[in-house]
């Protein structure tokens, strides 16, 4: 109960509230008086001068429809107009949207207008001057009869301007500057610095002016961000300006060359290197004419790095260059003279003909600029004549003239005494800074005839009245021309049929038949020119075979060879021997005619084949030239041993000393796995040679003995071969090798050698192909083939009696025994008899003749024709 009074109690009291309330709002009602509201709200506007402002006068009144004569006054009361209306842009659109401001070319700067339906009248300034700081009056009639008044006071202001203040400036390195920060507002501001955050105060470098900040002395380390901070208290207004500084340093070009070389035809280049901050720019000027080089033909100027270049230098590029560096600090400029370099040219080196004993003058003349120096040397020597009296021959001198104003040169190369030695090809050489010139001349010596070359020729030989050539050749500047005498005569007088000469341009030939025995005598060529004669004499001799052979001896004794050294008969100066003759036969035949015969070259080995084991042979010996065989001599009877073992083969390889293992000779391997073993055929001493055996066993030396390891020895039999490869050896070691050769008889004696593997891995690499090669595709196709062709051939001989074999099978057979002979003995022409008497018919003569080329002894057969035999 006493709740529920509570509650109604609580609503009572606002009932009575909310009753109160709008008692009082309507007696304020009743209250209102008419006004006009000028908005904003403030009694005083202060803005600043240039900034719009839009006033605003509304009536407030309890019906707008009573108002009228709703205008502005400006500070002289004077009524202000409306817009007109080609200048009349509406505010507000017809739903009372603000719409974007517009002014006209020349829009008022101040006017009135209507909005929010013409119940409000808006004062627009386009923009505040000071001369339109004043009160400003808004006037209305209300019911005709009550007039309406509110003012406003419009102040303005001047803000902060800044008038000289670029956010970049630049100093220049080393003066006062400065840095401009020109402000301008009304109050007056005040001004202060600050550098990276930090304010600056007067003191030392820095002074703060009306101007800006005074920097003295400026240097790279003022580069940086300045703040220019400008404040009025009256209006609270703050404003920054960023100003950055850098020092800028003027260019400074480096100092070119006074003097620059240039060659003419060839392209030339100059950098002009310049400091400076920014980094400067290049301009090259041709100072004689005042021209940028950069529009010049053959010219181009790289402005970024300074460089000039000059394609195909030119005679007119001569003059005075300017390289000028700018940047916005100033300029610097260095000048440099081109000197344009003509390469030197020899205009003048003309060949001279001097006699012998007489001065030469060799003059050579060059222009280029500067003037080039002229030298002289003998074509293809590298050594130069010096300027002056030569040390190395004081005949010759060689003097220099030069015109610097022509830029010619005259060398001049004075030989004394001259000689036919110095006759020859000469290089005059021209050299300045541009190039060097050459060009060779010759200076022809005259001498009277000589036969110098002639002195050493031998006689000459003719026999059987076969013609003789004798033949003159003078060594003569000029052209000697050549006389025959005989017996103190002319030739040509003697009118001599068997003698009658033969000119060949610079040589003379006097051809003779000699018919008797007087034509073998001296005769005399006599060579004249303008300068003197000489003689030579030529004798014409007989040839005769040569001399019996004084000696001959066995030196190297088989069963089946005998190698002799025969001693040569003297020998007439130009009739050298040709070939060395031999007969021989058995003992126990008493008649030469039936010997066997062979012929060597005089420098081949005189090894006698193909002779019977155990069996007494008779030896005779003669000299052969180009007149023919001499007389038999030297007679040699010698025995031939039985049929017994080889000879010891001879190892190819020439032993050398390691001087790091003592006195022992060494063969040494290229590579240290295998070795390449190489031996000559040794004499078989009457049976063939059937095989080779190596034996190779490694070991090393201990206290000056070999040892030998025997259990890693290793031995090879090898069939008819020469050289055998011997294969996994070990690197760096020694082997003994041990070779022998064997024939039916038994084996030679042993031919030993000490061998040394190489270190570490071969130099040459080897590869074992299991594959066969091309070579042996194609031997094993034509085995193939010859096989083939052997069979059929049987097949015809055994069907047909055709073919090789049945041509075989027809010839007269030999006895087992004479085969045996004849494979004993040798070849089948040294068998044939020697006839040496020309009456007896029943005689053959074969001859045959060996030469041996120092590696291979070759025979043939048939006569030798010497060498220097008579024309």
Not at 210 to 234: F, H, P, W
Not at 324 to 338: F, H, M, T
Not at 513 to 527: G, L
Not at 813 to 819: A, G, Y
Request: hydrophobic share 35%.
């Amino acid at each position: 109960m006493a709740a529920q009074f509570a509650k109604s109690g609580h609503a009572a009291v606002l009932m009575l509230l909310v009753w109160i309330t709008l008692l009082g709002t309507a007696s304020s009602q009743r209250q209102k008086q008419p006004s006009l509201q000028i908005l904003p709200a403030s009694s005083v506007q202060r803005k600043p001068v240039g900034h719009s402002l839009l006033l605003t006068c509304r009536p407030d009144v309890p019906d707008t429809n009573l108002i009228s004569d709703l205008r502005w006054n400006d500070n002289r009361n004077m009524t202000i107009l409306p817009k007109p209306m080609n200048y009349y842009y509406p505010l507000y659109d017809s739903k009372g949207r603000k719409l974007p401001t517009k002014t006209g070319p020349s829009s008022p700067m101040i006017y009135t207008e209507s909005i929010a339906g013409g119940s409000a009248l808006a004062l627009i300034f386009n923009s505040l001057q000071e001369s339109m700081a004043g009160t400003y009056f808004c006037a209305a009639s209300y019911s005709v009869t009550e007039k309406l008044n509110a003012a406003v006071v419009v102040e303005t202001y001047v803000a902060i301007t800044w008038k000289d203040a670029p956010t970049d400036q630049r100093p220049l390195l080393g003066s006062d500057y400065i840095v401009r920060c020109e402000v301008t507002a009304n109050p007056p501001a005040t001004v202060d610095w600050l550098r990276n955050g930090d304010q600056i105060k007067s003191s030392g470098r820095y002074v703060i002016e009306n101007r800006g900040l005074l920097i003295k002395n400026i240097t790279e380390a003022d580069d940086g961000q300045y703040t220019c901070r400008a404040a009025v208290m009256s209006t609270g207004e703050l404003k920054n300006r960023e100003i950055r500084v850098e020092v800028q340093i003027m260019p400074e070009v480096q100092q070119l060359p006074l003097v620059m070389d240039a060659v003419e035809g060839q392209s030339f280049s100059v950098m002009c290197n310049a400091t400076g901050k920014p980094v400067p720019e290049f301009q090259w000027i041709k100072r004689g004419t005042q021209q940028d080089a950069a529009g010049l033909d053959r010219f181009s100027v790289n402005a970024i790095t300074g460089q000039l270049d000059i394609s195909n230098v030119q005679q007119q590029d001569h003059d005075s260059y300017a390289c000028i560096a700018r940047n916005p600090a100033g300029q610097s400029e260095s000048v440099a003279k081109l000197n344009v370099l003509i390469r030197p040219k020899i205009i003048e080196f003309i060949n001279i003909t001097v006699s012998e004993d007489e001065e030469a003058v060799f003059v050579c003349r060059a222009f280029g600029r500067p003037a080039p120096e002229i030298t002289f040397r003998r074509y293809g020597s590298v050594e130069e004549y010096s300027i002056g009296l030569q040390v190395s021959d004081d005949r010759i001198i060689l003097e220099q003239s030069t015109d610097d104003e022509k830029g010619e040169t005259a060398g001049t190369l004075r030989i004394s005494k001259l000689a036919t030695t110095d006759d020859g090809l000469y290089e005059c050489i021209a050299r300045n800074r541009g190039d060097v010139a050459f060009k060779v001349g010759h200076i022809t010596v005259e001498y009277r005839p000589i036969f110098d070359h002639m002195k050493a020729l031998p006689p000459v030989y003719t026999w059987e009245e076969r013609p003789a050539n004798l033949s003159c050749f003078a060594q003569a500047i000029p052209n000697a021309t050549i006389e025959w005498r005989w017996n103190d005569r002319r030739v040509q007088d003697f009118k001599d049929l068997n003698m009658h000469i033969e000119d060949h341009g610079l040589r003379s030939d006097l051809i003779i038949t000699p018919r008797d025995r007087r034509y073998f005598s001296a005769y005399k060529c006599v060579a004249r020119n303008k300068l003197g004669s000489a003689e030579h004499v030529m004798e014409l001799r007989e040839a005769r075979i040569p001399d019996m052979v004084p000696q001959a001896k066995p030196r190297i004794v088989s069963a089946t060879s005998i190698t002799f050294d025969i001693m040569a008969p003297p020998v007439e100066p130009g009739l050298p021997l040709t070939a060395f003759s031999v007969q021989w036969k058995e003992q126990i035949q008493p008649d030469w005619n039936f010997a066997s015969n062979r012929t060597w070259s005089p420098d081949s080995p005189y090894i006698v084949e193909g002779l019977r084991p155990q069996t007494a042979y008779s030896f005779r010996f003669a000299a052969r030239n180009v007149v023919g065989l001499g007389q038999w001599s030297a007679y040699v009877e010698q025995s031939t041993p039985r049929r017994s073992e080889p000879e010891t083969p001879r190892i190819l390889h020439t032993p050398i000393q390691d001087e790091e293992e003592g006195n022992d000779p060494i063969v040494t391997s290229p590579y240290a796995d295998h070795f390449d073993m190489r031996w000559s055929i040794p004499v078989d001493n009457g049976e063939p040679i059937d095989m080779y055996r190596i034996k190779y066993c490694p070991g090393t030396k201990v206290n000056g003995y070999w040892t030998e390891m025997e259990e890693h020895c290793i031995e090879q039999d090898i069939a008819r071969m020469t050289n055998y490869e011997m294969r996994n050896l070990q690197a760096d070691t020694y082997y003994r090798i041990e070779l022998t050769a064997h024939n039916a008889i038994g084996f030679s004696k042993a031919a030993h050698v000490l061998m040394k593997t190489a270190r570490g891995i071969d130099v040459v690499l080897r590869v074992d192909s299991p594959t066969l090669s091309s070579a042996a595709v194609i031997g094993i196709v034509t085995g193939s083939v010859l096989l083939l062709l052997l069979i059929a051939d049987l097949l015809c001989c055994a069907f047909g009696n055709l073919g090789i074999f049945a041509t075989l099978c027809r010839k007269t057979k030999r006895s087992p025994s004479d085969l045996d002979d004849e494979a004993k003995l040798g070849r089948e022409d040294e068998k044939q008899p020697l006839n040496t008497q020309p009456d007896a018919a029943s005689a053959v003569k074969v001859n045959s003749s060996v030469e041996y080329d120092g590696r291979v002894v070759h025979s043939r057969s048939g006569e030798i024709i010497g060498k220097n035999s008579a024309v």
